[in-house]
């Protein structure tokens, strides 16, 4: 696929599981289901939304193939270097490849490196690979930051296509935008980021509302009036979302009959006050739409 297919909205997943632990299959389809008639632009299915660092390698791949077989029209993205052993990253990005996902995502190597170190492992990584690739500087493992530099010699050496914004500066997104493609993850700066040329969105609430979020972006787009008010309802999303994430998703998810269970494997306990302010936003929002029984 070409790489100019990914823009636009892009929905983050939960895994859903049951109260045993495992994989909750039919949550999974019914969500898959729901960001698809959302109109989502592009699906992330392993991601740190989705928990990746506590899903098995076997899990992660079945993840993937299960986001492919039901993905309609919508491109899938995985990330393929999650492992803790960094030896492993080579096999693990060729399964992922091989699940048919339509682009790759790499969070920083476990070891933090210099540039010119991170240059050598991404391009290790990718020699074989024939899918679009993206960035992302995953919280959990390091807190990298990745140059507007580096981030261009990715761009020109090895056809790096995207990258996934966490950096909470507009400055930064300039200067990352002037390197190659730049996907915005902060719900707050989605507007001005928009006026400086991002190509789309990975916002945590599109785990839950991919509707909003798809709604905000083609309103962004075509410079419709409702914008501010989409974004501000967006914005008030992440924050009640962001202290628990992604136990806070999936209390919305399953109150509104889309998964299950709401369980975690992050040792995320939802407090009486977070509930409350969930329901508290979910009570003021737009409708959510109800699932279909399949």
Request: aromatic fraction near 6%; glycine fraction near 6%.
């Amino acid at each position: 696929m070409d790489g100019s297919a990914i823009r636009g909205s892009i929905s983050l997943a939960v895994t859903p599981f049951l109260d045993n632990g495992v994989i909750d299959w039919n949550s999974f389809d019914h969500l898959m289901d729901f960001h698809a008639s959302a109109g989502s632009d592009a699906f992330f299915a392993v991601c740190g939304t989705s928990e990746m660092s506590l899903l098995t390698l076997d899990e992660r791949l079945q993840v993937a193939r299960r986001a492919v077989l039901r993905r309609g029209t919508m491109p899938v993205l995985a990330c393929g270097n999650v492992s803790t052993d960094e030896r492993e990253h080579p096999d693990e990005v060729r399964a992922m490849v091989d699940t048919g996902v339509d682009g790759l995502v790499l969070v920083p190597p476990v070891t933090p490196k210099d540039e010119s170190a991170w240059l050598r492992y991404v391009e290790s990584l990718i020699q074989s690979v024939d899918v679009p690739i993206l960035l992302y500087e995953w919280p959990e493992r390091n807190a990298y930051h990745i140059s507007p530099a580096l981030y261009l010699k990715m761009v020109e050496t090895l056809n790096v296509y995207g990258l996934k914004d966490t950096s909470g500066h507009l400055s930064v997104i300039s200067e990352r935008r002037g390197a190659g493609a730049v996907f915005q993850a902060v719900a707050s700066l989605v507007v001005p980021a928009f006026e400086l040329g991002i190509l789309g969105t990975t916002l945590i609430g599109s785990a839950v509302r991919p509707d909003l979020s798809k709604r905000l972006w083609e309103s962004l787009v075509t410079r419709d009036v409702s914008v501010d008010p989409l974004a501000r309802e967006i914005v008030l999303l992440h924050a009640v979302l962001d202290p628990s994430h992604p136990a806070g998703a999936k209390w919305l998810l399953k109150h509104a009959g889309w998964i299950t269970e709401d369980t975690t494997r992050k040792p995320a306990v939802l407090d009486e006050a977070q509930r409350a302010a969930l329901a508290t936003w979910a009570g003021a929002a737009a409708p959510f739409p109800m699932p279909v029984a399949t």
